[in-house]
Structure formats: C-alpha cells, structure tokens
C-alpha cells in the first residue's frame, strides 16, 4: 500500500454483543493502543443498540474509530426501525458500512440503493466502508472483474474526486464470507489493483491512488500479514475472527508491524 495511507483495521459484530461485552472489547483494545503504530485506523463497526456508548468509551482515543453497519438514505420520515445518516452522525460514529454481502443477500440490496447510503452518509459527514465483491458462479465463470467494474461504475456514481477519497472499499468476495475459504493475497491483489484501476477511469490517478481499498473475507491471524502486504491492499476488514478481541488485537498488532516496516 502507499506510504501516505493510514492502514485500517475494521471489525464487523454483525449482530453480536450485549451493552457489557461491547465495553469490554472496546476497554480491551484501548490498552494496547500505545502499542500500536500511529499509522493504523482500527474501526469497530457495531450494531445500533451500542453505537453511542461504544463512541462514547472511545472517544479519549486517536487511533479507535466507530461505524454503523447499515443506514437509509432517507434524512428521515415514516421509516420504522430505520436509522438516517444524521442520527449515526449525533451517536458518534464517523464510519458506516454500506453493502454488506449480508445485507445484498438477506435484503436484497443493490448497487443503486449502496450509491444513495454512500451520498448520504458523506452529506452528515460519516465515512462509508462500500463493499463490493462477487459470488462464486461469477468468479468460476470468469466475470471477476466484469463485477467490479459495474459495481465500481454504479455504487460510486455522482461523487466528486474529493468525496471518493473520503470513501472506503472493502472488498469481500462473496464466496469467502464466513465459509473460511480465503482469497489467496494474488487473488486479493488482482481484485484491488482493477478496482484502483476502474477509479482512475472514473475519476482520476489521484483519487484511485488515494482512496483506501481493504480486503474482507475470513481474514484470520495466519493470513493478515500476507493479504497486507501487497500493494494494493490498504488493510483488512475483519468478521467473525474480530468477535473475539484476543484475536482482533493480533491482527491490528500484525497490522502495526507492517505499517512501521512501510512508514519508516
């Protein structure tokens, strides 16, 4: 990845967590945060019940970032059990995942809808991590980076250079979410470097060299430092194995080495 670029760490709960074992892992991760390098971002994305308190036990830090898992466009109006970009905004949040391969499955999300909760997410002023990624039938049938692009095209559509730079991309194939079946860092590597390549198409050299693209999809502590470090991958985004905080501090820690080694 590039020297200027902080490297992320983000963690998915998905639905996990009560209000004490959320202070927990978070009190947790804030006692190694000295022992972390300056250069890395670590995101707890968690569900909506623990958003401002999880904001609010990690505000004293530099380098812990809380996100959302999900969003509406709408700035609101008669949406029952939905939540505005605002209202993630007023919990503390400064990221929010969009497209989730979970939420595209389970309630049917498309590119279009992941566009408009990226737009309104940057209009409050909340980074988006967009995930995009394909299935096993596209990547066995070859249509990889026929995926990506369209996504690439579609979910980002209408942003400005800058506001690009302000987004996230974590790629997760879909065939490697939760199924413990990993990308190889090549494979990983191809997938980022053509969706670096689609945004300098769309938008400029600038912006596709700037906007961090991490990669997501049964990241463990055995494959972290190898996924991390090829060159376009910006850090990685962890599910399941960030439940456990012993194994999400690991991976941050193996995180930091690489920064370090690449900051110095």
Known sequence: MGSDKKVIVQSNWKMHKTHAEGIDWIESLKKIEPEVSPEIEMIPCVPLTLLRSISQAAQSSSQIFIGAQNVNWETWGAYTGEISASMIADAGASYCVVGHSERRTYFHETDESVNKKIRALLEAGIRPIACIGESL????????????????????????????????????????????????????QEAHAYIR?????????????????????????????????????????????????????????ISSDYAELTHN
């Open 197 to 253: 390549l689609m945004l300098e198409r769309v938008f400029c050299k600038e912006t596709a060299e700037a906007t961090r693209i991490v990669y997501g999809g049964s990241v463990k502590t055995h494959n972290a430092a190898e996924l991390i470090a090829e060159k376009d991958i910006d850090g990685v985004g962890v599910g399941s194995g960030s439940l456990e905080i012993s194994e999400f501090i690991t991976i941050a820690r």
């Open 137 to 188: 039938g596209e990547r066995e049938r070859g249509l990889t980076l026929n995926k990506l692009e369209r996504q690439v095209i579609t979910c980002f559509a209408g942003l400005s250079e800058a506001r690009m730079q302000d987004t996230i991309i974590l790629y997760e194939p879909i065939w490697s979410i939760g199924t413990g079946h990993t990308a190889t860092p090549q494979q990983a």
